[in-house]
Structure formats: structure tokens, C-alpha cells
């Protein structure tokens, strides 16, 4: 298994490689191989041009979790800190994965999996930031919000044209902070769950007028 991970990461690798020079539709599976020091019997069972595609998402999902995050930090800051270094990771192939991405909105059998893709991206950008809890709302919905937040974050990547991330932390700390708001909307509404988990002490439910009952 490892071996066939590691055929996939040089496969991928190879093939945003090519795909920085030529659209990702017309690359061979030969050619990906060649580029990758690989040979064509290397991705027999393995990999095709397809797989590879869908390869992408987990691929960069792992520099979520390359590097550790401080726990005092607010949740929202956690997560833009794991979510900018995908991001970061993803800009040495910025040309290729422009190509993949065009490629992969005009291909329905993707566009029917990249729903799954994103939520899978969420997940691991949660359990990077250690929010992989119910805590401040049910887990299924943290996912949903933050796979928005993926999705719209990387629409700004993509329109980068100076290199600094401008845009991208722009839309990353906008969506984030709406997603917080939302989260705090269904927290007060449904009075199930809250960031603060601890329980209400005896002075806390005391009578608002300070009343003691003397």
C-alpha cells in the first residue's frame, strides 16, 4: 500500500507538471510516467489520468497537518493557519492544477465526486486545528460550513496574480468569519451546543437582581 501511495504522489506530481504546459485533457498516462521516472507498468492497477485527478484534494490535505497549531489560538485563527498552508503548498503547481481544475468542472464523473472531496478536505482541516469535536455545533455541520470555506477560498486562489496571497487570505478570513457566524446563529438557536462547554456554576444562576432569598 505504501508503495502504491508513493506511485500516486509521483504520478500526481508529474502530471501537474505537464499539465503547467499543456491542458490536462490531452495528457497520456505514458507521458505522466515518463515525467515521473516511472514506467507505464508502475500505474498498471494502480493509477490512471483519472485517479490522479481525484488524487489531488488528499494530496494537499496532508500539508494541513505538516505543522502543529497553538491551542490557546481561537478556533477561527486555528483553521486559517492549517487552510493557508494547503493553499501553500498547493502554489508550486498553481499552472497545473489551474489546468486540473477547468478540466475537472467540465468532467461530470468529478463534479459528482467533488462533493465528497471537499467534505473529506473539511474534515482533515478540522482534526489539523484540533476541532474535530461537537463543540460549538454538531461535527457534520462544522464540516459542511468549512468545505464552503475550502471551496470559496480556493475560487480567490485562483484569480492570485502577485503572489502574496492578498486575495486568498481575504477570502479565507471573510468565509471563515461568516462560517463562525453561522455556527454562533445555530448555537443560540437550537441551545444545544456552545464553544464554552463548562457548566454553569451556582453563582452564574443566582437571580439577576443579586436576590438571595434573606
Known sequence: MARNASIIDQGLRAALELAAEK???????GEIALRADLTLNDFHGIATRETLADAVD???????S??????????????????????????????????????????PDHLVRLPAARAASARWALASAGLDDDSGGPLSLK???????????????????????????????????AAEARMGWLSRFSGRFTSNTAKPTQENDAPENGATGE
Open 23 to 29: 491542458p490536462w485533457a490531452s495528457l497520456t498516462l
Open 58 to 64: 488528499a494530496h494537499f490535505d496532508r500539508a494541513m
Open 66 to 107: 505538516a505543522e502543529g497549531v497553538a491551542s490557546d489560538d481561537l478556533p477561527r485563527e486555528r483553521l486559517f493557519e492549517v487552510i493557508m498552508l494547503r493553499f501553500e503548498a498547493m502554489e508550486e503547481f498553481r499552472d497545473g492544477l489551474k489546468s486540473l481544475f477547468s478540466y475537472r468542472e467540465t468532467a
Open 143 to 177: 464540516v459542511l460550513a468549512i468545505a464552503f470555506v475550502i471551496a470559496r477560498t480556493e475560487r480567490a486562489w485562483r484569480k492570485e496574480t502577485s503572489g502574496d496571497f492578498a486575495l486568498t487570505m481575504a477570502a479565507l478570513d471573510k468565509s471563515l468569519r
